[in-house]
């Protein structure tokens, strides 16, 4: 996609928002920043733009409007609300019921409902990468040390995994080592899985001293990669590292690094690999 034009940064909770903020400052592109009130890094405030409630979408269209915005990109943490007790204007009052219903269908109807109330307005939607695609992993070895070649199976074996429970729409990511599924992610997010296979004999996973299996971090099909995209950090390596994993891999251009300078500096020091694949490697390696 052709990012031209002023953006409108939709900023919930954590890192990615202020990553995505400082390089479009740094880019020079006008932006400006809807921050959600009570969730958005205060390092935003620091960005030209308004604050905002969750539930007041005729104000977030008076601003777009008012900063003659031609795209929204929708990111950072958001918990799911209560719908019935939330605080909403005209507009939330008019959007917020089919949110709601779409919100069964589970979080990605729910993100592509809000999209389509966008669009309907004649925004275009842009992702995380597409605004920011330094954030985005690269081909091949990223940091950490070389993996072992035992660890190419685990690989391929993992994103294979991780694709199955995807399409079931089940989770993203999922942990093998010598080829046997260890844990799969379903509610509980990634870090929270990791660390059940802590948990785990010794004798199937592997240990600091003598690091085993693969942590696979995989978009589903469903996932409209523009509003939710797999992502890693520091914390996913340092779990990772305690579990005695030996590396984390993800596809190329499909998987965002939060922080990578702290994030591989992290893989270096701990001694977990961080692999990107594509297609021309024939699954992971």
Excluded: W
């Excluded at 669009?119 to 605004?131: C, D, L, P, R, V």
């Excluded at 799969?184 to 690091?211: S, Y």
């Amino acid at each position: 996609m052709s990012v031209t034009g002023k953006l409108a940064l939709i900023a919930g909770g954590g890192a990615v928002p202020v990553e995505v903020a400082r390089y479009l400052k740094a880019s020079g592109r006008a932006y400006c920043v809807l921050r959600l009130q009570g969730l958005s890094d205060l390092e935003l405030n620091h960005h030209p733009g308004h604050d905002v409630g969750l539930g007041d979408f005729a104000h977030m269209f008076d601003l777009l409007a008012q900063e003659s915005c031609q795209s929204v990109c929708m990111v950072g943490y958001v918990q799911r609300p209560d719908f019935n007790t939330m605080a909403r204007d005209a507009g939330g009052a008019e959007h917020l019921p089919v949110i709601q219903a779409a919100g069964r269908g589970g979080d990605d109807s729910l993100l592509r409902q809000v999209a389509r109330m966008f669009e309907a307005k004649g925004y275009a939607i842009e992702g995380a990468h597409e605004a920011n695609p330094q954030l985005l992993i690269g081909h091949g070895l990223q940091a950490g040390p070389a993996p072992v070649p035992e660890a190419a199976d685990d690989m391929a074996e993992a994103v294979r995994i991780a694709n199955v429970i995807g399409a079931l729409d089940i989770g993203q990511a999922v942990v093998v080592a010598g080829k046997i599924t260890l844990a799969v992610e379903a509610q509980e997010g990634t870090d929270a899985m990791i660390r059940r296979v802590q948990a785990l004999p010794d004798a199937l996973k592997g240990a600091l001293v003598n690091r085993k299996g693969i942590l696979a971090k995989v978009a589903k099909p469903i996932q409209d990669l523009r509003l939710d995209m797999p992502t890693i950090g520091v914390s996913t390596v340092e779990t990772a590292s305690a579990a005695g994993l030996h590396g984390i891999v993800g596809q190329v251009g499909k998987l965002l690094i939060v922080d990578k300078a702290a994030t591989f500096a992290a893989a270096e020091r701990l001694g977990v690999f961080i692999y990107g694949f594509d297609d021309t490697d024939g699954n992971s390696h």
